[in-house]
């Protein structure tokens, strides 16, 4: 199965490369991923098709049917009935909204010691839907690199890449981004980048760990199935929550802090924050939410 997942990655990304629309492969991609997900979720009476092993009176009663689009900006919340209650009744006064006031001031009234401020690296704060970016030179840059980077070209010290003042500043970057209707807006537009979107979803395709798990398994296969107490996720719409506030954590966090969790959970060694790896997996990811809205920041269990 591994092997077969593998080779069909790499026949499309020599399909990619030749075509000259360096985003060719990706859209088509984007396009299964979608219509995979709406029909999963379209009807209650195909659930025993994707849904096998999950009782029938919580496909009755507990699961939501005919998500389109959208919807799926909610993640688990979007199809799970009782979560959704509960994420409504937290968000009437949401845990993340101190951190975006924190954010802001962070942006508008903090100086760098040299008189600078961010400002000046990110004039315009709607900018959380279109990181991250493939920069020639240095690959792909996620918003979290870039803040870091905009520290450290005005030597300061660069920040937690997790947690805190740059998770504050995500958070308001995602709230003014999410105020102004803007979308998320991935571009590749090289062989390079290309290349990085093609690393990236091989990435989550490959298993790994002592569990020899994809992410695939959980987000794409197990989408919408129960584990435990908790429901999968979708892959479709995932990320463009980013930052969120996780009761589990009782704090604000990045999608790098998100993804690190993961890899423990499928038993496998973590990769630095701002690794190829990681950031080649960035773009993959968000990609699959090209064209939905920025949502963030939000709240996760």
């Known amino acids: 199965m591994r092997k077969t997942v ?15 629309d360096f985003d060719a492969q990706a859209k088509k991609d984007l396009k299964a991923l979608k219509e995979y997900m709406e029909k999963k979720f379209a009807s209650r009476k195909d659930a025993g098709t994707y849904f096998p092993y999950t009782p029938k009176e919580e496909l009755d009663k507990n699961y939501k049917w005919g998500l389109k689009g959208e919807d799926f900006l909610l993640g688990s919340y979007a199809f799970n009935k009782n979560g959704k209650e509960q994420y409504d009744e ?21 100086k760098f010691k040299n008189g600078k401020s961010f400002k000046d690296c990110f004039p315009d704060p709607a900018i959380a839907g279109e990181y991250p970016k493939f920069v ?42 999410k105020e102004k209707g803007k979308k998320v807006h991935i571009v590749i537009d090289s062989k390079e980048a290309a290349e990085a979107y093609e ?22 296969q ?6 435990r107490n908790e429901y999968l996720s979708p892959l479709y719409g995932q990320v463009a929550h980013f930052p969120v506030y996780r009761l589990a954590w009782e704090d604000l966090g990045t999608l790098e802090r998100r993804i690190k969790g993961c890899e423990k ?34 709240i996760r269990k």
């Not at 968000?91 to 909204?97: A, F, I, K, Q, T």
């Open 6 to 20: 593998i080779a069909t990655l790499l026949l499309g990304s020599i399909s990619l490369l030749g075509a000259g």
């Open 90 to 110: 937290v968000n009437e006064m949401p845990p993340y909204e101190d951190n975006v006031d924190a954010g802001k001031e962070l942006y508008e009234n903090t």
């Open 136 to 177: 020639k030179g240095k690959g792909v840059v996620t918003l979290t690199v870039a803040i870091n980077e905009c520290l450290v070209s005005n030597k300061e010290k660069p920040w937690n890449m997790e947690k805190g003042k740059l998770a504050d500043l995500e958070a308001y970057f995602a709230s003014v981004s």
């Open 199 to 220: 690393h990236g979803k091989k990435i989550y395709y490959t298993q790994r760990g002592y569990l020899k798990l994809s992410c695939a398994n959980c987000h794409i």
């Open 222 to 227: 197990g989408a919408g199935k129960r584990v």
């Open 265 to 298: 959970n499928q038993g496998e060694t973590t990769h630095k924050l701002d690794s190829k790896w990681m950031r080649d997996l960035i773009y993959f990811l968000t990609y699959m939410s090209n064209g939905l809205h920025v949502a963030g920041p939000d």
